[in-house]
């Protein structure tokens, strides 16, 4: 039996991914900061059968990721999929929150890859799943630190597939659009009204909370990163949700200029006029 090891699984995307690859005959590890909040995990497992261990770990901790991962045998999938979000616009952004952003989005995860490379070397094969997010590739303003944790995980995605490949080890990258989890409901609020950047703060999160009327639900993700480890023909990037492919369609189709240039439209209407007319998406 393969063994699954799998970060941020209390709610969301992680705990979606981590039944299902259960489901799928998996053993897997299902860690989170907060062992009490895996009950659901926990429920499930007993009620279906399924070979799951809930573990407690902080990704962040060097020292608690060195010990999970080595008491969890031989891993043959890893999905990085903890990680933190929200809207912070560079200007607004201390040093503290950009490390804790790319600690928990960036470092955290190249250190569990890190640790499972040497196993997955010699025995000449593994997956390593990143997830990461539409605004990996396609920021939007105020979004600046979550983006940049991003595009350094997909950076370092793309990076690390090329470098594994000859060992006979897949790196996928998973990019969700509007999921329907908790992260959207976790950022901070206070000081956006005192910012310069307040309008943007204001449409962002209009603009989320629009797509989230109706949100492509956790279980869609999963099961893409279900099938992204069995198929027999992989690719690199796996968009999840009729949103992301809809966004990234319509990147692809206009100049970095035109994109930059959302952000100098004033009137609230005619920026949802103008996204609807580039990615075909109201908001």
């Known amino acids: 039996m393969s063994i699954a090891f799998v970060t941020g699984t209390s709610t969301g995307i992680g705990q979606a991914t981590a039944l299902r690859l259960a489901r799928d005959g998996h053993r897997v ?3 989170m900061r907060n062992p009490d909040a895996g009950a659901p995990l926990v429920e499930a497992r007993d009620a279906e059968g399924l070979s799951l261990d809930v573990v407690a770990l902080d990704v962040n901790d060097a020292e608690a990721c060195e010990r999970v991962v080595a008491d969890s045998g031989p891993i043959d999938v890893l999905v990085n999929n903890a ?3 929200g809207l912070t616009a560079v200007e607004d952004a201390s040093d503290d929150e950009w ?3 790319l600690s928990t989005n960036v470092i955290a995860p190249m250190r569990l890859c890190r640790l499972v490379l040497p196993g997955m070397r010699e025995r000449g094969a593994g997956t390593i799943v990143n997830v990461t997010s539409v605004a990996g590739r396609l920021p939007i303003a105020p979004q600046a630190l979550y983006a940049a944790s991003k595009h350094a995980l997909e950076g370092a995605s793309e990076a690390l597939a090329q470098e594994v490949a000859p060992f006979g080890i897949r ?6 659009g509007v999921i329907l989890t908790p992260i959207f409901f976790k950022g901070d609020d206070s000081g956006r009204a005192e ?7 204001e449409r962002a999160s209009r603009m989320f909370t629009s797509l989230l009327a109706d949100p492509s ?4 993700v999963a099961d893409t990163i279900s099938e992204s480890i069995s198929t027999t023909e992989p690719v690199l990037r796996y968009p999840v949700g009729p949103d992301a492919h809809k966004l ?5 189709a206009i100049s970095d200029e035109e994109y930059v240039d959302l952000g100098r439209v004033a009137s609230d209407d005619e920026f949802a006029e103008r996204f609807k007319d580039l990615f075909d998406l109201e908001i």
């Open 99 to 101: 490390l804790e952003m």
């Open 83 to 85: 990680g933190i979000g």
């Open 29 to 31: 590890v299902a860690t």
């Open 217 to 220: 639900p956790p279980e869609l």
């Open 195 to 201: 910012s310069p950047y307040a309008a943007a703060y």
């Open 248 to 252: 990234f369609a319509g990147r692809a």
């Open 171 to 176: 790196v996928v990258i998973i990019e969700p």
